[in-house]
C-alpha cells in the first residue's frame, strides 16, 4: 500500500479536495452575471434619461439661504456672552417696570440691599404665640442682628415648626 502517492500520476497538484473545472465555470458563471447587470443598470439608466427629462440643473443663486430651524449655534459665543452680563449688569444697577400694571418695579441691588439691612428679614411666626407677640418684632430682630445683636434671625428659621415642650 502507497501512502505517498507519488506527483506524476496526477498532474502535480491534490485532485480530491479542489475541483479546477467546477471553479472556473463559477467564475465564469459569476463575470457573465455582473456583465448582464452592468448593462441592464446602462439600459435603464439611458432610458429613464430621454423619458424624465428633469430640465436644467439648479444655480445655487437661485434660492436665498434657508436657516435651519431653532435652536441654532452661536456663531460668537464670547461676545453674546458679554452681551448678556452687560443686560444683567443694567437691570441690577437700575430702576424699572417688572409689571406696570400691578405696580411691581425692580431696584438697584446696592438700594435692595440696604433697604434689607434697614428693615431686615422678612420672617413668619412661630404658631400662635408667634402672632400674639405681634408682627413687628421680627423686623426688629433682623435690626439688631444686621447692627452686631445677641440675638439673629436664623434662631427663628432653626426652631420653626417644633413643638415646646411644657
Known amino acids: 500500500m ?5 506527483p ?10 479542489a475541483n479546477v473545472r467546477n ?3 463559477i467564475a465564469g458563471v459569476l463575470l457573465m452575471t455582473l ?13 429613464f434619461g ?25 456663531a460668537n459665543p464670547e461676545s453674546d456672552l ?3 452680563r452687560e443686560q444683567d449688569r443694567q437691570e441690577l444697577n437700575s430702576y424699572g417696570w417688572v409689571d ?31 402672632a ?5 418684632q421680627p423686623a426688629a430682630r433682623g435690626q439688631e442682628a444686621a447692627r452686631g445683636g445677641a440675638s439673629a434671625p436664623q434662631a427663628d428659621f432653626a426652631t420653626h415648626g417644633r413643638k415646646e415642650e411644657p
Not at 132 to 136: R, W
Open 2 to 6: 502507497d501512502t505517498n502517492p507519488s
Open 8 to 17: 506524476e500520476k496526477h498532474g502535480g497538484y491534490e485532485t480530491r479536495d
Open 23 to 25: 471553479l472556473l465555470r
Open 35 to 47: 456583465l448582464v447587470a452592468a448593462g441592464a443598470a446602462k439600459l435603464a439608466y439611458d432610458f
Open 50 to 74: 430621454h423619458v424624465q427629462k428633469l430640465g436644467p440643473p439648479p444655480t445655487p443663486f437661485e434660492q436665498a439661504r434657508a436657516l435651519p430651524p431653532l435652536p441654532q449655534l452661536q
Open 82 to 84: 458679554e452681551k448678556l
Open 100 to 130: 406696570r400694571t400691578r405696580g411691581i418695579i425692580h431696584i438697584p441691588i446696592e438700594r435692595a440691599m440696604e433697604l434689607l439691612l434697614e428693615r431686615g428679614l422678612p420672617t413668619r411666626p412661630s404658631g400662635a404665640a408667634g
Open 132 to 136: 400674639e407677640k405681634g408682627a413687628g
